[in-house]
Antibody
Framework: QVQLQQWGAGLLKPSETLSLTCAVY????????WTWIRQSPGKGLEWIGE???????NYNPSLRSRAIISVDTSKNQFSLRLISVTAADTAVYYC????????????????????WGRGTTVAVSS | TVLTQSPATLPVSPGERATLSCRAS??????LAWYQQKAGQAPRLLIY???TRATGIPARFSGSGSGTEFTLTISSLQSEDFAVYYC?????????FGQGTKLEIK
């Protein structure tokens, strides 16, 4: 059974870079997308982006290229960096596994989140 | 794709049936999931593909709908079901969540 363990700095100052890492235990690292989501009282749940084992990524345009997701397959880990944070980035950040859903083409699937990490609270304050 | 959940809060008595709604601003086919979140915890997958229960989810949870209208039904509420429920679409980019429906004890 897959488990996700995440960690990273919980208190940042404006303009700093948020950095979180998620380790995957159990299950297959390939064949899935590895996802970051955040949750704040003001904006609810927001999908940030995802990466597969080959490094292919998809991002939410709302983050305007501030988000960078990377993968380290040798450690079964993936990471999120969010540059130039502001108070609006204060949230609980979750890592998650996204698995194959509907098949749309020969090698193209839609992916949905099936397992979540416990979340990391990140506060941005001067 | 904006997902609008209704109602925002639903008071229900244990043992009763609860019906939660999720409406999409454009079609998401059946690529919609439902999650349950309890205070201080991460969301948990209940339903994917609009109507398929995830592993280990009790049969009292059922999902239906396609296109833009979806429903999550809990047939007989247990004490552990009082939580916040979110729908999420994964058909269109970017993937989006509804704002949630809080199920509270009546």
């Amino acid at each position: 059974q897959v488990q996700l363990q995440q960690w990273g700095a919980g208190l940042l100052k404006p303009s700093e870079t948020l950095s979180l890492t998620c380790a995957v235990y159990g299950g297959s690292f390939s064949g899935n997308f590895w996802t970051w989501i955040r949750q704040s009282p003001g904006k609810g749940l927001e999908w940030i982006g995802e990466i597969n084992h080959s490094g292919g990524t998809n991002y939410n345009p709302s983050l305007r290229s501030r988000a960078i997701i990377s993968v380290d397959t040798s450690k079964n880990q993936f990471s999120l960096r969010l540059i130039s944070v502001t108070a609006a980035d204060t949230a609980v950040y979750y890592c998650a596994r996204s698995v194959k859903g509907e098949r749309l083409g020969r090698d193209f699937y839609l992916y949905y989140i099936d397992v979540w990490g416990r979340g990391t609270t990140v506060a941005v304050s001067s | 794709t904006v997902l609008t959940q209704s109602p925002a809060t639903l008071p229900v008595s244990p043992g009763e049936r609860a019906t939660l709604s999720c409406r999409a601003s454009q079609s998401v086919s059946t690529n919609l999931a439902w999650y349950q979140q309890k205070a201080g915890q991460a969301p948990r997958l209940l339903i994917y593909g609009a109507s398929t229960r995830a592993t280990g989810i009790p049969a009292r949870f059922s999902g239906s709908g396609s296109g833009t209208e979806f429903t999550l039904t809990i047939s007989s509420l247990q004490s552990e079901d009082f939580a916040v429920y979110y729908c999420q679409q994964y058909n269109n980019w970017p993937k989006t969540f509804g704002q949630g429906t809080k199920l509270e004890i009546k």
